[in-house]
């Protein structure tokens, strides 16, 4: 049962385009939404974060929108780099950064 | 330079061995955690700690087994029982509360 869902396995974009990269979730009870970034061979970085009391959280080229109604969020990154192409994986909690429930990410393709 | 280090980055096991995966952070964070990553699947969460001398079972503890006997270390056993063990698992801490996680670099396990 897979309570954190990321059905893009893979999207390619533009240098200096947006690239939107959702996430769905099925437990209402979860309040803490991340985003991380992960190169081959290594451990994931932590780019942004979203409690259940905002809809919106911004850091440089990075936004992340939570639509709690239709338990959905995504992150926009704005304009994108060839340095962005990884793996983003969301992440979902209920007890504010513990015990994180992972998406299946999505590899992310910045074209020159 | 703080931070979280997991070694060895590869390691192999023969059938019917135990094997210890160490985890080290200088972050002087409360909680640790340990994931495994299979391919085209997120992250799963096998054990976390949120404080020295205890620990609790994440979603697929069978086959492990860890110990938090220092607040900086969260080694990780992969014992015999553990049916299908080659995959990359990853260390995590973060302080308690409303704090992301940090990532080791992982360590590859493969059977021989």
Same mark, same amino acid.
Request: hydrophobic share 30%.
């Given at each position: 049962? !897979?309570?954190? /869902? ?7 974009? !533009? ?6 990269? *959702? #996430? ?13 970034? /992960? ?50 994986? #969301? ?6 950064? *513990? ?5 299946? $990410? ?7 | 330079? $703080? ?19 160490? #985890?080290? !952070?200088?972050? *002087? ?8 990553? +299979? ?6 969460? &096998?054990?976390?700690?949120? &404080? ?6 994440? +979603? ?10 220092? /607040? ?11 049916? *299908? ?13 409303? !704090?992301?996680?940090?990532?080791? +670099? $992982? ?6």
């Amino acid at each position: 049962d !897979q309570q954190v /869902k990321q059905n893009s396995p893979s999207l390619s974009v !533009q240098e200096g385009r947006i690239s939107i990269l *959702n #996430c769905d979730y099925t437990n209402s009870m979860f309040d803490y939404f991340l985003w991380y970034k /992960k190169y081959p061979a290594e451990g994931p970085t932590f780019l942004i974060s979203i409690s259940s009391i905002k809809d919106k959280n911004e850091d440089g080229r990075f936004t992340v929108f939570l639509n709690k109604s239709a338990k959905h969020l995504s992150l926009h990154i704005v304009p994108s780099q060839p340095g962005d192409s990884a793996v983003y994986f #969301c992440a979902a909690s209920m007890e504010y950064g *513990n015990k994180l429930v992972f998406g299946a $990410g999505t590899i992310l393709r910045v074209k020159s | 330079d $703080g931070g979280i280090t997991q070694s060895p980055k590869y390691l192999f096991r023969k059938e019917g061995q135990n094997v210890t995966l160490s #985890c080290e !952070q200088n972050l *002087n964070h409360d909680a640790m955690y340990w994931y495994r990553q +299979d391919p085209g699947q997120g992250l799963r969460l &096998i054990y976390y700690s949120q &404080i020295v001398n205890d620990f609790q079972k994440g +979603d697929i503890a069978e086959g492990y087994s860890v110990s938090r006997e220092k /607040k900086e270390s969260f080694p990780l056993t992969v014992t015999s029982a553990q049916k *299908n063990p080659t995959a990359f698992y990853l260390c995590a801490s973060s302080l308690r509360g409303n !704090q992301p996680q940090h990532f080791g +670099d $992982g360590t590859r396990l493969s059977i021989l």
